[in-house]
């Protein structure tokens, strides 16, 4: 039963590591359309807008980046245990 939760729990946290990777690569496509744009724009106002927008994305990147490494770090933990809980039943 617990070793069923743990596989259950280690897909859930690929999927969310899956969803974050695609983040990161939206932010990133969207900061290089914000950086054109920048270079388009005539108004300060909107190059200040475009300069947030870039700074908010780096800021999602940078937070999305850092789940993708705890998520790894828990479906590496949990692979572990599952792979012990299957030794100890062939045992």
């Known amino acids: 039963m617990a070793e069923a939760f743990k596989k259950m729990e280690r897909d859930i946290?690929?999927?969310?590591?899956?969803?974050?990777?695609?983040?990161?690569?939206?932010?990133?496509?969207?900061?290089?359309?914000h950086e054109e744009e920048l270079k388009k724009d005539?108004?300060?106002?909107?190059?200040d807008l475009r300069e947030k927008e870039i700074q908010h994305d780096e800021n999602v990147i940078?937070?999305?980046?850092?789940?993708?490494g705890k998520d790894e770090r828990k479906i590496?933990?949990?692979n572990k245990e599952i792979e012990a809980a299957q030794a100890k039943e062939k045992k």
């Open 13 to 33: 946290l690929e999927h969310a590591e899956e969803h974050d990777v695609d983040v990161v690569a939206r932010k990133q496509k969207d900061i290089a359309k």
């Open 42 to 47: 005539k108004s300060k106002f909107m190059k």
């Open 62 to 68: 940078e937070r999305k980046q850092e789940h993708i």
């Open 76 to 78: 590496t933990e949990e």
